[in-house]
Every structure is written in C-alpha cells, then in structure tokens.
T-cell receptor, first 114, second 115 residues
C-alpha cells in the first residue's frame, strides 16, 4: 500500500511555456501533500505544503505565482511551473501524508527547460 | 529551528558486511518522529525505517535497525549483511509530532556497497 504516482516522469519544454505535474495517492487519501525540489547530489528542498481544499503554504523564497499548486481532491495535487525558464530545470518530487506522520514519495519528475 | 546533520557525506562497505550511518538532530520538541529514507539511482524515495520518539525500543526492519539515543539526539542506521541493492543516498529526516508538519531532511550520506 501507500503508493504515490507522479506524471509525467520527464518533460522537456521550451522557455516561456507552462508545465503541469500531477501527484496522485493511489491507495489512500491524503489531505496533505508536499512538493520538493532536488538539485543534483543535494537533499530535498521543500517548496510548499498542499492542503486539500485550501491554499498552499509556500516556503520562504518560493514564488507562489511561479509555482502554482492546486489540491482539488484527496488524491490529487498538481504543481504548475508557469513561464518556465532554464533555471527552473530540476527534479521535482511530491509526497503524500498518510494517516499518521509518514510521507510516501512519488517517483519524481525531471524537468528540463530549453 | 530544527536541524538534521549527517556527518558522513560518503561511505562504502563490502558486500555482506555491516555499516552504520550517523544522524544527529536538534529540536526542543518532546514528541517527534524520525525516519530514514533511501534514494537509489532511480531517485525514488523509499522509506527504510521510522522511530517514534516516545518509544524507547529501537526500531528494526529486517536487515535495518536504528540506535536511537534521545538524550544525545542521535539516530543512527545500521545495515547488516549489506547487499549491492543497498547502494543509494540515505537521508535522515525529522518531523514534529503535530499532524501535517513537514519533514526536515539531513544532507544525505551516499553509500556504496562494493562487491
């Protein structure tokens, strides 16, 4: 149990376009999901906390207009990178909080902006 | 502020041997949870083991066990009978006991299991 999927796994886009990443909890409901960014050989950096039915809470330094988060249901959160630029290229990982405190992670999305 | 420190950026171990990865943390919370996650080359984060701070007994999951020293704020991971598939980045993580809080991750330890 506790499976989290992420789609797409990899995306290449042109500078200026928007990219949507989906995070789904497949076998449990998650009122809280998290979005992380990971640079090569570094730890995970929390970008925002996504709560079902309410606005996301962004970490300091993360532009909320740049990284739009929507958590419309108990099994789906989306991250939209708006007007993506090469510096947004990174590995994005979501996680979903199951009952209790354990986070289960999606497989990640590799974004490359040309 | 809560912080997690992993003082070993890289480690290696021979297959079938035992290795211990260290983790220390700093918090003023009394109720919290500690985790070890593994990130293999596929980059999928996999839960290895978790420990509730209120439990004195060290958690164990097959070949993985922890040495939880609450007073010293230490949470080391021991991997017994190391296997090639254990090669990965290992992240220690802390979370306060309040529901919905986010993790604080350590910087990670890259473990290589050598044949």
């Amino acid at each position: 149990g506790a499976v989290v999927s992420q789609h797409p796994s990899r995306v290449i886009c042109k500078s200026g376009t928007s990219v949507k990443i989906e995070c789904r909890s497949l076998d449990f409901q998650a009122t809280t999901m998290f979005w992380y960014r990971q640079f090569p050989k570094q730890s995970l950096m929390l970008m925002a906390t996504s709560n079902e039915g309410s606005k996301a809470t962004y970490e300091q330094g993360v532009e909320k207009d740049k990284f739009l988060i929507n958590h419309a249901s108990l099994t789906l959160s989306t991250l939209t990178v708006t007007s993506a630029h090469p510096e947004d290229s990174s590995f994005y990982i979501c996680s979903a909080l199951s009952s209790g405190e354990t986070q289960y992670f999606g497989p990640g999305t590799r974004l490359l902006v040309l | 502020a809560q912080t997690v420190t992993q003082s070993q950026p890289e480690m290696s171990v021979q297959e079938a041997e035992t290795v211990t990865l260290s983790c220390t943390y700093d918090t003023s919370e009394n109720n919290y949870y500690l985790f070890w996650y593994k990130q293999p080359p596929s980059r999928q984060m996999i839960l290895v083991i978790r420990q509730e701070a209120y439990k004195q007994q060290n958690a164990t999951e097959n070949r993985f066990s922890v040495n939880f020293q609450k007073a010293a704020k230490s949470f080391s991971l021991k991997i017994s009978d190391s296997q090639l598939g254990d090669t990965a980045m290992y992240f220690c993580a802390f979370i306060p006991g309040n529901y919905g809080q986010n993790f604080v991750f350590g910087p990670g330890t890259r473990l290589s299991v050598l044949p």
